[in-house]
T-cell receptor, first 114, second 109 residues
């Protein structure tokens, strides 16, 4: 399968714990995006990478959130000291990097913070 | 402030009953408008990209159109398998995609 893959698909954690999500984009795609989606809402932009460089971060992204993309391949999104409000679907998407290229999404990682 | 608004929030159709979904936007510097389909518990699946007013794209029972202020997703003779949430997104400068809240479509057999 050559699509975007995310791991884990589901994560249940207790408030205050750290969690990490991984995203493997489509291999030839140099742009990688993280989005968050809550029930009944559209995806909300968190951050994006061009190769290994993190070019943009949402103002909504608190300092408890950190993302990396070492070597411009897979990416990780870590949430430290989780809060109940962090419960959401975390979506990763990749694109070819043309000026107007569409996003290809993974299946998402659903986080539940108890 | 840039905004993307989708209507209606939810739509129930009988199988074969055609209708349209709306995505209106108030943004500057639109570089593209995208339609996605999202099934429950899954990531959005790309459907169409529209770049300029007057452009149209078709795929099976779906047709997307674009004007200067809005886009429509027309669904002709829908089937139950078309039931999903349909999202539109706009691409602005800085390579950020802004999504609407979606229209939840239910097609009843």
């Amino acid at each position: 399968d050559t699509g975007v893959s995310q791991d884990p698909r589901h994560k249940i954690t207790k408030r205050g714990q750290n969690v990490t999500f991984r995203c493997d984009p489509i291999s030839e795609h140099n742009r990688l995006y993280w989005y968050r989606q809550t029930l009944g809402q559209g995806p909300e932009f968190l951050t994006y990478f061009q190769n290994e460089a993190q070019l943009e971060k949402s103002r909504l992204l608190s300092d408890r959130f950190s993302a990396e993309r070492p070597k411009g391949s897979f990416s990780t999104l870590e949430i430290q000291r989780t809060e109940q409000g962090d419960s959401a679907m975390y979506l990763c998407a990749s694109s070819l990097g043309s000026d107007t290229g569409e996003l290809f999404f993974g299946e998402g990682s659903r986080l539940t913070v108890l | 402030e840039d905004q993307v608004t989708q209507s209606p929030e939810a739509l129930r159709l009988q199988e074969g009953e055609s209708s349209s979904l709306n995505c209106s936007y108030t943004v500057s510097g639109l570089r593209g408008l995208f339609w996605y389909r999202q099934d429950p518990g899954k990531g959005p699946e790309f459907l169409f990209t529209l770049y300029s007013a007057g452009e149209e794209k078709e795929k099976e029972r779906l047709k997307a159109t674009l004007t200067k202020k809005e886009s429509f997703l027309h669904i002709t003779a829908p089937k139950p398998e078309d039931s999903a949430t349909y999202l539109c997104a706009v691409l602005l400068g800085g390579n950020q995609f802004y999504f609407g809240t979606g229209t939840s479509l239910t097609v009843i057999p």
